[in-house]
């Protein structure tokens, strides 16, 4: 009877474990009107088996007339490694009316896996004061 229990709530979990969603999103709201500071951001991780792809993003509205930006990444990982990089990133041109916010999506790291459990620590920063972001952040998905 026991051994059914547990075969019952193994297969339970495993099966929650399935449904629980591959994607995640974090973002942190920046100064639109002149964007300098770090944008911190925290990942809580917890699986440290499955790869995933990151992506950057910005929310942007009318005032961003930029085609690339260029941001320092620093990571820094439960165990205290730190990481730290320029990375430019290419804007797609916007195709949405002037009032309405846009977001840009833009591939960092492909094939990622967070190998300690606990918080992973993001600081994104961009070279140079930049107008009209309003919110910048990390798309993580599930890699294919």
């Known amino acids: 009877m026991r051994?059914?229990?547990?075969?019952?709530?193994?297969?339970?979990?495993?099966?929650?474990?399935?449904?629980?969603?591959?994607?995640g999103a974090i973002a942190?709201?920046?100064?639109?009107?002149?964007?300098?500071?770090?944008a911190p951001l925290t990942l809580a991780n917890a699986d440290t088996t499955t790869l995933r792809d990151?992506?950057?993003?910005?929310?942007?509205?009318d005032r961003f007339a930029e085609d690339s930006l260029t941001v320092h990444i620093r990571v820094r990982t439960p165990d205290s490694l730190q990481h730290e990089e320029?990375?430019?990133?290419?804007?797609p041109p916007a195709h949405t009316p002037a009032a309405i916010s846009r977001e840009a999506d833009i591939p960092y790291r492909r094939r990622v896996r967070f190998d300690r459990t606990g918080d992973y620590h993001l600081t994104i920063t961009p070279c140079r004061p930049?107008?009209?972001i309003e919110a910048v952040g990390i798309h993580i998905v599930k890699s294919q």
């Open 28 to 38: 942190t709201d920046v100064n639109s009107a002149s964007w300098s500071d770090p």
């Open 54 to 61: 990151v992506n950057l993003f910005l929310r942007c509205n």
């Open 130 to 132: 930049v107008e009209g």
């Open 86 to 91: 320029p990375f430019v990133m290419v804007i």
């Open 3 to 23: 051994a059914a229990c547990r075969t019952a709530l193994a297969a339970a979990a495993l099966l929650a474990a399935g449904c629980m969603s591959p994607h």
